[in-house]
């Protein structure tokens, strides 16, 4: 047998009722120099059956069966399996467009300087998706180039987790996935990009995302808004604020109390907030004056650093415009958190 160009790490917990579909998709891939690494984690219906009759099949599988350990664990313990240079990251509930392994192992081949490539990707079916994941996924699409997803990393996550395909030595390199009290790929995206990983997204739907309740966003707290929020303050401290001359938070709505209590908690000084509501205008934020927008300048020091605190994206781009009037420039001396 060929040695494999792709690993597929496939972990699997329960999900019998969607697996044999991701795994159809998986078999009419375009690239057939594959090797599939499913690891089973405890899973109580059929889905180890499911992997079990597919491998007598097709040799291209290996099978892991474990005690339930947790994603991270599972994914780490596949790793250490995968014997193909590029990794390709696939859920039990998701599907593959034939053609998925084909373009991103031919973009990885042809970039040498890509580390991470992901693509397009729509939620089905169409009338379980609500507006919030509507909304992400738009965003999530326009984000089509390294420099809009680095610049715009502490939004949200910029790919998805198992619409990607990652160089092996990579991951290995950077030690896989933490197993962390926020969620594992982004901080996993946001350490890649830390270590100056290049991203880059195709072009095209070659992925699709099932929406349903039993989705770990919406059942795990890992994947709640404040350990996002944690998490992006977390790397924000150790990356684009370390070293900053002064930090300035603009929003002193919820999103930058949270902010600013885990940046406070990871030891970064705030030196003002700014916000437009004349009520908070004068007042403080856990001991932070608040200060109206047109007072930004006399506070932007040498080396200051403005981070846009807001989760509405319209006043984002309001704020975005302002900051860009005064000469500063995102990714570098502001970012935008949400």
């Excluded at 040695?3 to 891939?29: C, F, H, K, M």
């Excluded at 089905?124 to 996924?137: C, D, K, L, N, Q």
Aim: glycine share 8%; charged share 25%; net charge negative.
């Amino acid at each position: 047998m060929c040695p494999p160009t792709v690993s597929i790490l496939l972990p699997v917990r329960n999900g019998d009722r969607w697996l044999e579909q991701s795994l159809t998709s998986l078999a009419r891939q375009t690239l057939h120099t594959f090797e599939i690494i499913a690891v089973d984690d405890g899973s109580v219906d059929d889905s180890g059956g499911v992997l079990d009759r597919w491998a007598c099949e097709d040799q291209r599988f290996t099978i892991i069966h474990q005690p339930p350990s947790g994603l991270v664990p599972s994914l780490n313990r596949g790793l250490e399996l995968c014997r193909a240079p590029l990794v390709a990251r696939m859920d039990a509930d998701d599907v593959s467009h034939p053609r998925r392994l084909e373009l991103q192992a031919a973009v990885l081949a042809s970039h040498p300087e890509v580390g991470v490539i992901s693509c397009l990707v729509n939620h089905f079916p169409s009338h379980r998706v609500a507006t919030g994941f509507r909304i992400y996924e738009a965003w999530l699409n326009s984000m089509t180039t390294h420099g809009a997803m680095a610049q715009e990393r502490f939004v949200e996550s910029p790919i998805a987790h198992p619409s990607v395909m990652v160089r092996r030595e990579l991951l290995t390199e950077i030690g896989g996935w933490q197993d962390v009290e926020w969620a594992e790929d982004y901080d996993l995206w946001l350490r890649l990009f830390d270590a100056g990983a290049r991203f880059a997204k195709i072009d095209r739907f070659l992925f699709f995302w099932r929406e349903h309740g039993e989705r770990l966003t919406r059942t795990d707290p890992r994947y709640s808004v404040p350990s996002f929020l944690r998490c992006k303050a977390h790397y924000l401290a150790r990356g684009p604020l370390a070293g900053a001359g002064g930090v300035i938070l603009w929003g002193a709505g919820q999103t930058g109390r949270r902010l600013s209590r885990f940046l406070m908690e990871e030891g970064v000084e705030i030196a003002a907030v700014a916000d437009i509501d004349p009520v908070k205008i004068g007042g403080t934020l856990r001991g932070i004056p608040v200060i109206p927008p047109e007072a930004l300048p006399t506070h932007l020091g040498e080396d200051a650093v403005v981070l846009a605190a807001v989760a509405s994206r319209g006043a984002r781009e309001l704020i975005r415009a302002r900051l860009i009037e005064l000469g500063l420039e995102e990714g570098k001396t502001f970012w935008c958190v949400a």
